[in-house]
């Protein structure tokens, strides 16, 4: 069954911590997404991989294919980072559709 | 660019009422997609399209109908809406060559109750 798992399902951090969030699936991939959602928000897309390794502004996003896990990573972590973050896989034999994982909510305090 | 336009934003039905969903975009993607996001739980796929006249279903497609008439627009028909279907609605496009995707785009959602 292809799945996809995030943890954890709910992080609270302090501002200036360093955030990580992870994100397996279950089969072999074409890619993976991250999302970002703010409350009450729609989805904008963060990070497209395939492989390796991504960096946008505090933004970090990695994968590993051999362990099918992928980690999102936030530096300096701020207030504004407060949303739901989601994983989302398009399966190597799944057409063009995307299997979501249930998200990780972080909230940063100041 | 707009990108990928919904409407409405938020919308009260009554049990056994019918309503259609807008979705258009404007970046000339091929592929279309309705999810719906409950409490808790990922985004389930409702229906999607290939392509102008393509539709096919998703995880999720009763009580659910969509047509696909134009590259640009995909809209959503419920049809005797029921409270299960409480719930925010996304669509979203893509475009894809069959060998690479380029990436997602989402629009802000429909949040829709019905009562």
């Known amino acids: 069954k292809n799945e996809v798992e995030q943890s954890p399902q709910n992080l609270t951090a302090q501002e200036g911590e360093f955030i990580t969030i992870n994100c397996s699936y279950s089969v072999g991939i074409s890619a993976l997404h991250w999302l970002q959602q703010h409350p009450g928000g729609g989805i904008v897309s963060l990070f497209m991989?395939?492989?390796g390794k991504k960096k946008h502004g505090r933004l970090i996003a990695t994968i590993n294919i051999q362990e099918k896990h992928s980690s999102l990573h936030i530096t300096a972590s701020h207030p504004r980072d407060s949303a739901v973050y989601i994983c989302a896989v398009r399966f190597r034999f799944g057409n063009e559709k995307l299997t979501f994982g249930t998200g990780t909510r972080l909230t940063i305090i100041p | 660019n707009a990108g990928v336009t919904q409407t409405p934003k938020f919308r009260i039905l009554k049990i056994g009422q019918s309503m259609t969903l807008q979705c258009a975009q404007d970046?000339?993607?091929?592929?279309m997609y309705w999810y719906r996001q409950d409490p808790g739980m990922g985004l389930k796929l409702i229906y999607y399209?290939?392509?102008?006249?393509?539709?096919d279903k998703g995880e999720v497609p009763n009580g659910y109908n969509v047509s696909r008439s134009t590259t640009e627009d995909f809209p959503l028909r419920l049809e005797l809406a029921a409270p299960s279907q409480t719930s925010v609605y996304f669509c979203?496009?893509?475009?894809?060559?069959?060998?690479?995707?380029?990436?997602?785009?989402f629009g802000s959602g429909t949040r829709l109750t019905v009562v």
């Open positions: 991989l395939s492989s």
């Open positions: 399209s290939v392509g102008a006249g393509i539709t």
């Open positions: 979203a496009s893509s475009y894809s060559t069959g060998e690479y995707n380029y990436g997602y785009t």
């Open positions: 970046m000339n993607h091929n592929y």
